[in-house]
């Protein structure tokens, strides 16, 4: 807001000493000004140096991140990963620290977020997917800080009550990111209504990034579509399966642990989620503490009671 007795945009004049005009005083006048617009000058240099050195969001060399005693910044998935953290900020940071929690909306990635620097740190995504799209993108300083809980991935129907009673040739929906893609035909697999060159939980490049196309068996003739994963919860009357994420599944209104046909196994699952960290910020104390909590007893407890058979620790010392 301007300041009313001066007009936004205005210059406020001071004339010469004895009334002359700057016109009357050239060619000293005339070298004066040189002299003042050349002091201006070095004063806005020193001024613009000074504002590139001193950013209250950098330190040292992590200078797009958040500095040490500034709130972590994290980027989260709604359900049920702001909600942790919500839990952890309140509850258990004992004021050692505090978080900035930025929920992640339709269409943004978590890691070009932090990639970017409007983020410290992400908490929405497993290995897999991480591997994936850091291959893709040429990201290389992004690293596994802490492994929280699996959200199982989980077969849901509209038309069917029974995995027996899926129709020849139905329709199948699948998340349409490479890491999902596999993950929901590994589900399929163990359902019994496909097989697969791989078992679940095997990590080979290759296991990990199967398509429809490597499909050995498919008695049932099933046909797939690709879409987006908020989708698929949505467009369920309209197919015989639908393949959803923990996450998606709750935010849609789900019950994994009632709803799905069948549930993920917990133990030996490759696709727990994770805090994502840049390499920069591994020994930043903030991020330190925040992942000892997130894998501790307390966190743990908390998503039992919170999310019971539907998000699953897989710390907590168990």
Excluded: C
Aim: glycine share 8%; charged share 20%; net charge negative.
């Amino acid at each position: 807001m301007s300041d009313s007795s001066t007009p936004t945009g205005s210059t406020a004049t001071i004339p010469p000493s004895g009334g002359a005009s700057l016109t009357e005083l050239e060619p000293e006048g005339r070298g004066n000004r040189t002299k003042i617009v050349i002091a201006v000058v070095a004063v806005v240099a020193v001024v613009a140096t000074a504002l590139l050195a001193w950013r209250p969001w950098s330190s040292g060399e992590t200078s797009k991140y958040s500095a040490a005693d500034a709130p972590l910044r994290v980027f989260a998935s709604v359900t049920p990963h702001s909600e942790i953290l919500k839990y952890v900020n309140d509850e258990l940071a004992k004021g050692e620290f505090s978080l900035k929690v930025i929920e992640e909306t339709d269409g943004v990635n978590g890691n070009d977020v932090v990639e970017n620097g409007d983020a410290d740190v992400s908490y929405f995504q497993h290995v897999p997917y991480l591997e994936s799209d850091s291959a893709d993108k040429g990201y290389t300083d992004l690293a596994v800080g802490a492994t929280v809980h699996v959200e199982p991935y989980g077969i849901y129907s509209d038309k069917v009550t029974s995995l027996n009673d899926v129709p020849d040739g139905g329709l199948v929906l699948l998340s349409n990111n490479v890491s999902n893609v596999a993950r929901g035909l590994y589900l399929l697999q163990e359902a019994g209504l496909i097989t697969l060159p791989y078992k679940f939980g095997d990590t080979s490049p290759e296991a990990l990034k199967i398509t429809e196309a490597d499909i050995v068996s498919n008695p049932k003739n099933l046909e797939f579509r690709q879409v987006e994963p908020a989708q698929i919860p949505r467009s369920l009357p309209d197919a015989a399966l639908g393949l959803v994420n923990g996450n998606v599944a709750l935010e849609a209104g789900l019950k994994p642990a009632e709803d799905a046909l069948l549930l993920e196994k917990a133990a030996g699952n490759p696709y727990a989620n994770i805090l994502t960290v840049p390499t920069a910020l591994e020994d930043d104390p903030r991020v330190q503490k925040l992942e000892a909590i997130l894998e501790g007893p307390e966190v743990a407890a908390f998503i039992d009671k919170t999310y019971p058979g539907s998000v699953i620790p897989v710390a907590g010392g168990k």
